[in-house]
């Protein structure tokens, strides 16, 4: 071999052991919106800018979100950590993937608002996140806020440390602590008491959520199991294991008659569920319809997502049945069933939410109603029962907002537990309504 052909052969071993990281970190990765609260938009990067978001959508790489006015919103992560958007905050999720180890790793640029971040630090995963002039990169458990202006930066910790790197200086800001970072002065930082603001109690509020109800997760993952374990129960079925079904279903009702299917880059079509439970039982596992019990969900599959549900459809099922069929030819979504984005304002300023059978738990805000599987018993027997409640976002003042409904498929706002008052007749279109609207 010559030596202009030895240097060439070295010159391309080289370039491609320059690559090597590429692909190893290039195994995309789909987490979830596990929260939609008024107005959000979505760009998924597929040539058609800011959508309408609505609950469960997959978020990818390369996805931005924002919040208006009335906005919030919640995305979670595989290993059930979180990062909520108060209103008029904007991100982009930059980066998903996994590297070669199987760690996931996740960038995330704030360029304006205010958001909080709940990192659990499991399994050595690993989240940057950009602001302003600065950047933070956690590896294990932190909860902050972090609020960014073109002017001023605003780090809050409530639990862990937390290191910035800035263009002059990296501080370490630990729990209870709050960092100011002032952008006219190259992101110097000063120090002071943490600050309370009007959304921290939805922050509390939303980490009690997801801690209660993802307890026994038996599930390689976190993300979506807390809703599992608050709108529905696992059960030991003969001949077919341990099975998950959802409360308020009945006769003819199966797990895709409300959703949509939503178009992503590189991936194509999507089911998305509009049951506020509708993540994990989408993706993973398999649903099947069991003589005695009606449509339950199987786990499972956890190695491989699918954007078609699968499931099992014998000829004992009723006779009407949804299966999930992907469109062709267009790029916009499209809605199935009743399960669309409610184009009229729902409120929960009235007390009133009656809870019919077939609901499934369509319209049900997590944490609304404090005994589920007591509340699924009476509608089992009366067909419907109606619910008093206090709402939990009242006043704007406080920063609980009054919102009309910004989720999807008609999904409401978090309210204070409701209490069952007396049973009614069934709701004409099987679904669970509340009194400041329809959700159809």
């Not at 690559?19 to 979830?32: C, D, E, G, H, K």
């Not at 790197?165 to 120090?191: H, L, R, Y």
């Not at 019919?356 to 089992?380: E, F, T, W």
């Amino acid at each position: 071999m010559s030596k202009t052909s030895f240097r060439l052969v070295l010159s391309l071993l080289a370039c491609w052991l320059l690559t090597l990281p590429a692909f190893a970190n290039s195994q995309a990765r789909i987490v979830r919106l596990s929260d939609v609260q008024g107005s959000v938009q979505i760009d998924k990067n597929s040539g058609l800018g800011f959508e309408r978001a609505f609950l469960n959508l997959p978020v990818t790489q390369g996805t931005q979100l924002k919040t208006g006015s009335t906005g919030r919103a919640e995305i979670e992560f595989e290993d059930g950590s979180t990062l909520r958007l108060a209103p008029n905050t904007k991100v982009e999720v930059t980066a998903l993937t996994s590297n070669d180890a199987g760690k996931h790793l996740s960038v995330i640029n704030l360029s304006d608002g205010m958001a909080y971040v709940n990192w659990l630090g499991k399994s050595g995963d690993i989240v940057t996140l950009n602001f302003s002039q600065q950047k933070i990169e956690l590896a294990s458990t932190a909860h902050f806020r972090l609020e960014t202006t073109p002017s001023v930066a605003k780090l809050a910790v409530f639990k862990g440390d937390v290191d910035v790197t800035g263009p002059s200086e990296t501080v370490a800001v630990s729990k209870k602590k709050m960092a100011i970072f002032d952008e006219s002065d190259n992101g110097k930082s000063t120090f002071a008491k943490v600050e309370q603001t009007p959304f921290d109690s939805w922050d509390k509020e939303s980490i009690e959520y997801h801690d209660q109800y993802a307890k026994n997760n038996t599930t390689p993952y976190g993300y979506g199991f807390s809703d599992l374990g608050y709108y529905g129960a696992f059960s030991n079925v003969a001949g077919y294991g341990m099975m998950w079904q959802p409360y308020f279903t009945g006769v003819g009702w199966d797990p895709f008659m409300d959703g949509a299917w939503s178009f992503y880059p590189g991936m194509g079509y999507m089911f998305v569920s509009a049951y506020p439970w509708g993540w994990m039982p989408y993706y993973y596992g398999n649903w099947m319809f069991v003589p005695g019990f009606g449509w339950m969900w199987q786990p499972g599959y956890f190695n491989s997502f699918v954007s078609v549900p699968r499931y099992v459809h014998p000829t004992t099922a009723a006779a009407v049945f949804h299966p999930p069929v992907p469109p062709t030819g267009t790029k916009q979504t499209v809605i199935v069933g009743h399960g669309g984005p409610v184009t009229g304002k729902t409120t929960l300023l009235s007390s009133r939410m009656v809870v019919s059978k077939g609901s499934a738990g369509l319209g049900i805000a997590r944490g609304s109603i404090s005994d589920m599987k007591h509340v699924n018993s009476q509608v089992a027997k009366s067909g419907s029962v109606e619910m008093h409640s206090t709402p939990q976002f009242a006043t704007t003042s406080t920063g609980r907002s009054s919102m009309g409904s910004g989720g999807y498929g008609g999904a409401s706002h978090a309210s204070a537990p409701m209490s069952a008052g007396h049973a009614s007749g069934s709701m004409s279109a099987g679904h669970a309504s509340s009194g400041g609207g329809s959700h159809h």
